[in-house]
């Protein structure tokens, strides 16, 4: 079995005059935690949505687990093991943590829906549901109203329905957005707990920079729709381009500010 669980060859996607991602390779390790980052109009969350399926390119070909999946819509792809976090935002908010995740488990499912067969029946199905709920830190909440969640425990719950889908590759489009600062260490610990089980492979655009830089094996930077580095943290960190065209964009307009 190949290493490579995700490959991108040469992507290109052009709107009218506009070239959005330009000649972009990448390819993600099984098991790993990569993620995407560049300053806005990068080009990245076109470039994510060519992985997902939600845009076709114009040239070039996405690969999953070897297969060609370019032509694949975003439906099919789920079929074949890859769950994104937009895909399924459909929280029900009257219902509890624990239902929210349970019916996403039972939507996947074979199994019927039985009007006339009460819930606790699904034994199975309410099991995994908190064991799910466990493992994205909400099982003090499993019996609450989603509609009562902080935003950061709905992103959570969100993570928590998508891993119902047991997908082998989960594509996370800026997970913390919106959360407050002191939320976000909890979500950080909540990806650490999921790529743990040693069975997923995460690919992650984020703005939030210690998100990326704590949880990822690769990081790819682009700039401008094209590839401009990759690497590990260490070594994103330290490349000069990437602290002029990114990182010291950031940092440098922090210290101007903290400068006076």
């Known amino acids: 079995m190949s290493d490579i669980i995700l490959e991108a060859r040469n992507l290109r996607k052009q709107f009218g005059g ?9 390819s993600v390790q099984r098991g790993s935690v990569h993620s995407i980052i560049g300053p806005n109009g990068a080009g990245k969350t076109t470039f994510f949505n060519l992985l997902s399926g939600r845009y076709k390119p114009s040239t070039g070909q ?3 687990k070897g ?7 975003t439906h099919r792809r789920a079929l074949k093991g890859m769950g994104r976090s937009f895909q399924i935002t459909n929280i029900f908010p009257n219902l509890t943590v624990l239902e929210n995740v349970r019916i996403a488990i039972q939507a996947q499912s074979r199994v019927n829906f039985n009007v006339f067969r009460r819930a606790e ?31 950061g425990g709905k992103r959570k719950l969100e993570l928590g329905i998508i891993l119902a889908g047991d997908p082998e590759l989960m594509l996370l489009d800026e997970p913390t957005a919106g959360m407050a600062s002191e939320q976000v260490p909890e979500l950080l610990a909540t990806i650490q707990r999921v790529r743990e ?8 655009v984020e703005h939030n920079m210690s998100v990326v830089m704590g949880v990822s094996d690769r990081i790819t930077v682009m700039n401008l729709g094209r590839w401009l580095a990759e690497g590990t943290s260490a070594e994103i960190s330290k490349d000069p ?10 940092y440098g307009s922090a210290e101007e500010t903290a400068g006076g």
């Open 121 to 151: 029946t699904y034994d199975e199905f309410i099991t995994r549901a908190m064991e799910i709920v466990t493992l994205v830190g909400l099982e003090r909440e499993a019996l609450q109203l989603a509609n009562t969640l902080p935003h």
């Open 241 to 250: 381009t990437v602290q002029r065209v990114y990182l010291g964009e950031l």
């Open 67 to 73: 297969e060609d999946i370019t032509a694949l819509p």
């Open 197 to 204: 089980q040693g069975n997923k492979t995460i690919v992650l």
């Open 62 to 64: 996405v690969l999953f």
């Open 18 to 26: 506009l070239v959005a991602v330009d000649d972009v390779s990448l």
